[in-house]
């Protein structure tokens, strides 16, 4: 059996869904493969083919109706039957995860250079707790702290988390330890 999965909404390109669908299609060990960005009536879409026995497809398309990458957003996703050839699951693996490092890399390297300055944010640091209890304002600025860190986690800690997955997913993928 083969089946064409569209699934669209306002943010469905660079949130991981491409490797996220190949998970699964891993996970359940379909024949066939393939999955692309396109668009759609304006709107962003994805695009995965997938080929295998019709309970391997009817469990593919009940994963991918309730699971989506943690920034993904939405409208629809619809089904169809698939006539054309669909590419065999490990030559589409290996295509996206060439694709995956490609933009992993550059994130990499810019991450490795602003390591370089944990030190001078530690050092800048160090003096608060004493400073907070020099002025009995310990509890404040800790909430203030609290309040940072919780306006920087919804985004940098969340995609830092997907690269981390991506990157365990394509080195596992590769062999790599």
């Known amino acids: 059996m083969k089946l064409k999965i569209t699934i669209v909404g306002p943010k469905v390109h660079d949130v991981g869904y491409r490797p996220y669908l190949a998970e699964?299609?891993?996970?359940?060990?379909?024949?066939?493969?393939?999955?692309y960005n396109d668009e759609e009536n304006g709107q962003q879409a994805v695009i995965a083919l997938a080929e295998a026995d019709d309970q391997r497809i009817k469990r593919f398309?009940?994963?991918?109706?309730?699971?989506?990458?943690?920034?993904?957003?939405?409208?629809?996703?619809?089904?169809?039957?698939?006539?054309?050839?669909?590419?065999?699951?490990?030559?589409?693996?290996?295509?996206?995860?060439?694709?995956?490092?490609n933009k992993a890399i550059p994130i990499l390297l810019r991450m490795e250079k602003n390591t370089?300055?944990?030190?001078?944010?530690?050092?800048?640091?160090?003096?608060?707790?004493?400073?907070?209890?020099?002025?009995?304002?310990t509890p404040q600025i800790?909430?203030?702290?609290?309040?940072?860190?919780?306006?920087?986690?919804?985004?940098?800690?969340?995609?830092?988390?997907?690269?981390?997955?991506d990157i365990?997913?394509?080195?596992e993928r590769l062999g790599m330890p």
């Not at 699964?24 to 999955?35: P, Q, Y």
């Open 142 to 165: 800790l909430e203030e702290i609290k309040g940072l860190r919780e306006d920087i986690q919804p985004g940098f800690a969340v995609q830092f988390r997907q690269m981390q997955v």
């Open 24 to 35: 699964i299609a891993m996970r359940l060990a379909l024949r066939g493969f393939e999955v």
């Open 116 to 137: 370089n300055l944990l030190p001078q944010i530690a050092e800048n640091t160090r003096l608060i707790p004493q400073i907070a209890e020099s002025t009995g304002s």
């Open 61 to 101: 398309y009940n994963s991918v109706m309730k699971e989506r990458p943690q920034l993904a957003e939405v409208d629809s996703v619809k089904s169809e039957d698939y006539a054309g050839d669909v590419m065999p699951l490990w030559q589409s693996t290996a295509i996206n995860s060439a694709t995956q490092l």
């Open 168 to 171: 365990r997913a394509i080195k």
